[in-house]
């Protein structure tokens, strides 16, 4: 999951089984107090409660074992009160994404088909099947009435979950559905891109339309609030994706900076070694006039030698002597180079 600051997703670690780390959202807590409330018995608003979590629970643990038998994976459960916030990852095959997808789904509609029947006897399915009319009339007084209600209470709400999961939009299960299609036909970044504001576009219709067509007998507050829950889910994604595909600019920015400084450095080398190489060749030059001028220097005084050898050294005129005695001075001093004798 993401570290970043996201109160939906808020939970309480409770373990990990078969190797899936598996979490308990905070907000089972609100849909704890809004069930006693509207169930006007805190003991069954608990009890329904309890059914939620261990509906949404078989819900995701159906998602990870498909995912594992079709060849993808799961680590991770995050349940809380209208499904999960963490999906398996299917194979990339069209049959493990549908499997994956459906089987949350799937678990809920056989709860639906054990239970029907009883809740049809009980001639309370009319009820039952308006997830947004009155709770069917339940009661924990006697054995058959405990069992009544559970069963009342698993249909129910395994109903309700069935068809929230069934919008086609993010992050219910018919929604990575609609989003895996939208991609086979579509660029990646447009097609994720169009299912996130799609979903943000029905959460925006459910909040209006719970707000219009709330009624007595028709609870449109909880269309409302799945309307909320949804433009908010969506809305976080957008942003998310968004704030990751900065961060991707901002690193790819970055590595071409870094590029184009390796490429200067690599042209100031460059430069430093022509730079270098001219002043080489430069000293080279120097070196071969300084030796063409010692050999006109030695030829000279060879000549002046001659004459001395022969004249005398009275026989050199003034400047004569001068250049036999600069001679001379420079190969007292200068220092024999290596390889060369003076």
């Known amino acids: 999951m993401s570290r970043q600051f996201r109160p939906l997703a808020w939970s309480v670690p409770v373990g990990t089984w078969s190797g899936t780390r598996v979490a308990v959202s905070v907000w089972f807590v609100l849909a704890a107090a809004v069930l006693c409330r509207q169930l006007e018995s805190w003991s069954l608003g608990l009890l329904a409660t309890l059914v939620l979590c261990i509906s949404v629970l078989l819900h995701e643990i159906a998602h990870v074992w498909v995912a594992r038998a079709t060849g993808g994976w799961g680590d991770e459960i995050l349940a809380w009160p209208l499904g999960g916030l963490t999906f398996a ?69 395994n109903w309700a979950l069935l068809l929230v999961n069934l919008l086609p939009v993010h992050p219910f299960d018919c ?7 939208l991609s086979d036909n579509l660029a990646e970044e447009t097609a994720v891109d169009l299912f996130l504001r799609l979903g943000a576009l029905v959460g925006v219709g459910l909040v209006v339309t719970g707000m219009v067509v709330d009624q007595t007998g028709w609870h449109g507050t909880w269309v409302v609030g799945l309307g909320a829950v949804v433009l908010v889910l969506n809305l976080d994604e957008i942003a998310g994706r968004r704030a990751v595909d900065e961060l991707e600019t901002a690193l790819l920015d970055y590595e071409l900076s870094l590029d184009e400084v390796v490429e200067e450095y690599a042209s100031i080398e460059t430069e430093a070694g022509l730079l270098e190489r001219w002043r080489q060749r430069q000293e080279d030059t120097r070196l071969v006039e300084e030796q063409e001028r010692q050999r006109e220097v030695e030829r000279r ?31 007292r001093e200068r220092e024999t180079r290596p390889g060369e004798t003076v």
């Open 89 to 157: 990852q299917p194979t990339l095959t069209r049959r493990g994404q549908v499997l994956t997808a459906l089987a949350g789904p799937g678990v809920h509609a056989l709860v639906c088909i054990v239970t029907g029947w009883a809740v049809w006897h009980a001639g309370l399915l009319p009820d039952a099947l308006n997830p947004f009319s009155n709770w069917p009339t339940m009661t924990l007084t006697g054995g058959i009435g405990v069992a009544q209600t559970v069963i009342v209470l698993l249909f129910t709400i």
């Open 175 to 181: 929604g990575h559905l609609l989003e895996w299609t």
């Open 301 to 331: 005084v060879d000549a002046l030698l001659k004459k001395v050898h022969h004249c005398g050294f009275e026989g050199l005129n003034d400047d004569e002597k001068r250049q036999l005695r600069q001679a001379s001075h420079q190969y």
